[in-house]
């Protein structure tokens, strides 16, 4: 195999230390200390709320697929899309994406069912080689992962001995254009002409980094303000709980002996002495920390570019152009984000064609290059967006088949051909109904020809 280096450097180790300190924030684990015993903490996870929303407006509805070079490659595209469910995986890749802040997928040739095989891959075990002149161009992959003996035997057809705890072994492939090599429970157990010609690994970061092939979280800029806000919020329930069994207070008393705070409880004091309860609320210390959590929630939804409009609360009325307006951050941080899925995606469906076409028999006429498409990122108003497609097409500015593909048709080819077919039938419909029309009124004609003659033969007329 080619001397590539592809053990761990420092930054991977620290690239993995994000990953797991993400994840658990994720998870709910955002206090960064153990509680004492009997303290509770409160964990408002805002940032898994932001997450899934900026993920949903990502992914409004499935990508499709356009290859002006192949309609039999965009229609194979698209069967393999819908029975793999490719929007399940991409929606799974991204959450992967924002919160670790890079996903990976894996794209081989399934033999047993004879079609490309795609799955994500756990950035975690990865360990990347790049070009020294451009990042972003990977030459060298290895994946290390655990494994069972039985699964090892099922996935490359290879009986083995039990090896580590419980059966598990650690098997680990290693991918450039030109080798592959696959060691389990570091054996050698393969190793040749890699049978694709390219590393069938496709790496997303979710922003890219200037000079690196990785990305960065979505959490990176809110981990200490939603760790704030869960302090402030923990504050302001311990102060509504403590008003709620309020403090009693005894002044000028020296011993507090058979005083309880129960009710119907009768005290006696000694003379000068007074009991008041302990009022929490006053003084304005709650308003200024609502203030203060209402403050944390707006630096929030700044620093995720998520407006609260986004969750429908707009504060106010809206036309569509001002709710556009106030969404903005929001699509401006999506069209970031598709602009990296866009190479990640071309270079994704390009190993699946070309899987198709030389191990699946076929024929594609080499075309790979395809087209996204993405679903809306704003609600759309679809009568509105029909009027407009209607006027391109009228005016000779778009085609159907353009029109079609961005009403949302998954196959607009078929749909357009549907439509034609059914436009002939009715022609052809009005066409015998206008002909048995005409018969019929000719025949009607006749007989009243006839009544009018008085009776004589044809050829008296």
């Not at 015993?37 to 509805?61: D, H, I």
């Not at 360990?127 to 490359?156: I, K, M, N, S």
């Not at 707006?298 to 036309?319: C, I, K, M």
Request: charged content about 25%; hydrophobic content about 40%.
């Amino acid at each position: 195999m080619d001397p590539v280096p592809l053990e761990p450097s420092a930054a991977d180790r620290a690239r993995w230390a994000r990953y797991r300190e993400y994840l658990a924030f994720w998870e709910g684990r955002q206090w960064p200390d153990r509680a004492r015993p009997g303290e509770t903490r409160l964990v408002l996870n805002y940032a898994r709320a932001l997450v899934r929303k900026v993920t949903s407006v990502l992914f409004s509805r499935p990508v499709r697929y356009s290859v002006p070079d192949s309609a039999a490659a965009e229609r194979y595209l698209a069967q393999l899309a819908s029975e793999d469910d490719w929007h399940g995986l991409d929606y799974v890749a991204a959450l992967d994406a924002a919160v670790l802040g890079d996903a990976a997928f894996k794209v081989t040739w399934d033999r047993e069912r004879r079609r490309p095989r795609l799955t994500t891959v756990d950035p975690a075990q990865l360990v990347v080689a790049t070009r020294p002149d451009d990042q972003r161009e990977v030459v060298a992959v290895a994946h290390t992962y655990p494994l069972t003996v039985g699964a090892v035997e099922q996935v490359f057809g290879r009986k083995l001995p039990l090896l580590g705890p419980d059966g598990w072994v650690t098997v680990r492939e290693e991918w450039t254009a030109e080798r592959y090599r696959l060691l389990v429970g570091e054996q050698l157990v393969h190793e040749g002409r890699n049978p694709y010609g390219w590393i069938p690994y496709v790496l997303l970061p979710n922003t890219p980094i200037p000079g690196d092939v990785w990305g960065e979280s979505d959490l990176a800029d809110l981990l200490d303000v939603c760790r704030e806000i869960n302090r402030r919020m923990t504050v302001l329930s311990r102060i509504l709980q403590v008003s709620g069994n309020p403090i009693v207070v005894l002044e000028n008393v020296t011993a507090s002996e058979g005083i309880r705070a129960e009710e119907g409880a009768i005290w006696e004091l000694p003379e000068g002495s007074r009991a008041y309860l302990l009022d929490m609320l006053s003084g304005g210390g709650v308003a200024l920390h609502l203030e203060y959590v209402r403050l944390l929630f707006q630096v929030l939804h700044d620093l995720a570019e998520v407006p609260r409009a986004a969750f429908g609360d707009h504060g106010r009325d809206l036309s569509g152009a001002a709710l556009e307006l106030e969404l903005q951050p929001l699509v401006h941080k999506v069209e970031r984000k598709r602009r990296a899925w866009e190479r990640a995606l071309r270079q994704r469906t390009w190993r699946v064609l070309d899987l198709v076409e030389r191990f699946g028999g076929v024929d594609l006429a080499g075309a790979r290059a395809v087209e996204l498409i993405w679903g809306p990122t704003l609600p759309v108003d679809e009568e509105r967006a029909a009027r407009i497609q209607v006027a391109l097409v009228g005016a000779g500015i778009r085609s159907r088949l353009t029109a079609a593909r961005e009403l949302g048709s998954l196959d607009p080819e078929a749909e357009l051909g549907r439509v034609q077919q059914e436009r002939s039938f009715m022609e052809e419909t009005r066409g015998g109904r206008a002909l048995r029309s005409a018969t019929s009124q000719g025949v009607q004609d006749q007989h009243e020809g006839d009544s009018g003659s008085g009776g004589l033969p044809p050829t008296s007329r």
